[in-house]
């Protein structure tokens, strides 16, 4: 119970942070190059310097193996780069409720992707989670109303965008995360993000009149939706097994509309609430099913 509560802070953390991301997308109008060289440069920097402190040894190890360090640049560019962009554009476009839904489908585009690329026949549990995902996006952005989207086409692009990178961001840094730990890997990821980005537009060009809700904002979206939350994923692993915590994963979609409506005004229906509702049982239903086999597998291998 310890364990799943920490997991589940975090996640509603991160919910907190997509509905900030739409205050500054929409309400500040930041332009989006500025604010992702900010965001990146300064949550890597701080990232670094914990890894630093708890891993003065390994933090630079990285590298000095050049296969580690090629994944580390394609996590850098196609997952963080990538996803962060795609997220933030959805918003900006759209709204938060909307983009953290479609950006919580990455499990369904990791299926895919093995299908595609590897050949993996998909299992029942995969389909079944397909089907209910798929309805429950289409209720998510008509509203219920099938004659007419709810979104512009242009978010809806970019939020399906941002779930295939949510992907990369959850494949990429696998082969690292036996020799490095997480918080290294995130460190570095978001430090190399941060530093090309700024290579595009650096932090002290182009930037929007710096007032107190800025300052305010875009150091929530850095300590609140990269930071804390991370931290907490990583202690609440002492305690709870992954696949328990990644059930918890399911609050951030919830906690975003939660706040969006509350705090941003936006306006949701039964139909909206289904549809999320059965974004994430879907995504329930295929972790359950890979669960399942693996552990079928282990017991195997161990007969």
């Keep these: 119970m310890k ?3 920490i997991a589940a802070i975090a996640s509603a953390i991160w919910g907190i942070s997509g509905t900030t991301i739409q205050f500054i997308s929409q309400n500040q109008n930041l332009p989006v190059a500025w604010y992702l060289s900010v965001r990146t440069l300064g949550a890597g920097t701080i990232l ?6 708890l891993y003065r040894k390994q933090t630079f190890a990285i590298f000095k193996n050049k296969t580690a360090l090629a994944w580390l640049l394609a996590y850098a560019t196609l997952g ?6 795609t997220f933030y554009l959805a918003i900006q476009t759209g709204n938060a409720s909307t983009a953290t839904v479609l950006q919580y489908l990455s499990p369904l585009f990791i299926v895919i992707g093995a299908l595609v690329f590897k050949r993996q026949t998909p299992m029942k549990t995969d389909l079944i989670a397909f089907i ?3 309805l429950g996006v289409v ?4 509203k219920g109303d ?4 709810a979104i512009s086409v242009e978010s809806l692009l970019w939020g399906i965008g941002s779930g295939i990178t949510a992907a990369f961001y959850i494949v990429l840094p696998r082969p690292l995360a ?3 730990s997480p918080i290294i890997t995130l460190g570095w990821g978001t430090f190399i993000a941060g530093v090309l980005f700024n290579l595009y537009n650096p932090v002290w060009v182009g930037g929007p009149k710096i007032t107190l809700p800025i300052i305010l904002s875009v150091s ?5 939706g990269t930071i804390i939350p991370f931290a907490l994923l990583l202690y609440s692993a002492r305690f709870a097994p992954s696949d328990v915590i990644g059930i918890m994963d399911a609050l951030q979609p919830v906690t975003t509309t939660i706040l969006s409506v509350i705090f941003l005004k936006l306006s949701i229906n039964v139909m909206e609430v289904i549809g999320i509702c059965l974004v994430i049982i879907a995504i329930y239903v295929l972790q359950r099913g890979r669960r399942n086999l693996e552990a079928v597998n282990y017991r195997e291998a161990d007969f």
């Design 220 to 224: 929530t979206v850095i300590i609140f």
């Design 132 to 134: 209910i995902s798929l």
């Design 146 to 149: 099938f004659t007419q989207l």
């Design 3 to 5: 364990g799943i509560t």
């Design 48 to 53: 670094l310097l914990i890894s630093l402190l």
């Design 139 to 142: 209720l998510v952005i008509t």
């Design 178 to 180: 036996k020799d490095y």
């Design 80 to 85: 963080l780069m990538a996803n962060l962009l």
